[in-house]
């Protein structure tokens, strides 16, 4: 994957502040060792590009930046990791592939609140719904990711709705939960409707082709992804099962159906047990 052997910077760009990598020297047996890690962390777990993104963000809080729930320093670290998602050509010199930061910052987030809403939605918490709804619909419109094709005026006239504190006499619950399902479908198929599925034909008669989907950038295969998540049985099974939340830094991770804690540096079984005891012994 390009960029796994990069440095991560920002610069000014265009107006704006911009992701770069560089590429670094020949790898060598270090580096095709660190390829092959990726491309597990990538591939060994369902929708596992996706989580690699919405893990990083922090549960946003109403009124917060985006820049507050994205964080610079996991943006840094997750393209030095994995290269940028998308590059823009009007933003790259000739040393280095660029992204907005901005840009990463909105989709990251973005997927992040759409998970949330849809969990939100199998569970019928409505004050969740409600939240995680209106995010959605600020985020998507601050970012330009909504497609120009969605109901624009309907969704901004209902982003505000839901900041008043009589949304129930404007429009009712059921049929919130009706516009917030037909948003995320409007906003997943923007995105999907973006990539195309190709065959690659076998090259002789002893191996056998195979389809490969083509995407403009990692963002849209997110979506795709999420996409998938979705389309599961709507008992919400699998994702009820498999999709947690940490009990420490109340992020989002994949695991067992007993599983607490998502792994990161403090958040651990053994990590807790020594807060609760080093806070009694205080």
């Not at 549960?59 to 290269?83: F, I, K, M, Q």
């Not at 992204?99 to 910052?105: H, T």
């Not at 709507?234 to 999709?243: F, V």
Request: include cysteine; charge should be positive; proline fraction near 4%.
């Amino acid at each position: 994957m390009r960029g796994v052997f990069s440095h991560s910077g920002l610069r000014k760009g265009n107006g704006d502040i911009v992701v770069f990598t560089g590429l670094g020297d020949s790898p060598g047996i270090a580096g095709q060792k660190r390829i092959k890690e990726v491309h597990r962390e990538l591939t060994n777990r369902p929708y596992a590009l996706l989580l690699s993104h919405i893990t990083i963000v922090k549960e946003p809080r109403r009124g917060g930046r985006v820049s507050e729930s994205v964080v610079v320093e996991d943006v840094l670290a997750w393209c030095s990791r994995y290269g940028l998602p998308d590059t823009e050509e009007f933003l790259t010199d000739d040393g280095s592939d660029c992204l907005s930061l901005r840009k990463f910052q909105h989709h990251t987030i973005l997927l992040y609140v759409i998970v949330r809403l849809w969990i939100a939605l199998l569970e019928n918490e409505r004050r969740k719904i409600d939240a995680y709804l209106c995010f959605a619909i600020n985020v998507g419109l601050s970012g330009r990711a909504t497609s120009p094709d969605l109901t624009i005026a309907h969704y901004v006239w209902l982003g505000k709705v839901l900041e008043t504190p009589d949304v129930d006499k404007v429009i009712s619950a059921p049929t919130r939960d009706v516009w917030a399902r037909h948003y995320v479908g409007d906003l997943i198929n923007a995105h999907i409707g973006r990539t195309g599925v190709q065959l690659a034909v076998p090259a002789s008669n002893t191996e056998s082709g195979r389809f490969f989907v083509k995407v403009p950038s990692f963002f849209d295969l997110c979506y795709l992804q999420l996409a998938g998540m979705i389309a599961k049985p709507q008992d919400g099974s699998e994702i009820r099962k498999h999709l947690r939340t940490c009990a420490q830094c109340q992020r989002l991770f994949w695991g067992r159906k007993n599983a607490l804690y998502c792994g990161r540096k403090g958040c651990s079984r053994k990590s807790a047990y020594n807060r609760k005891h080093a806070s009694r012994n205080a």
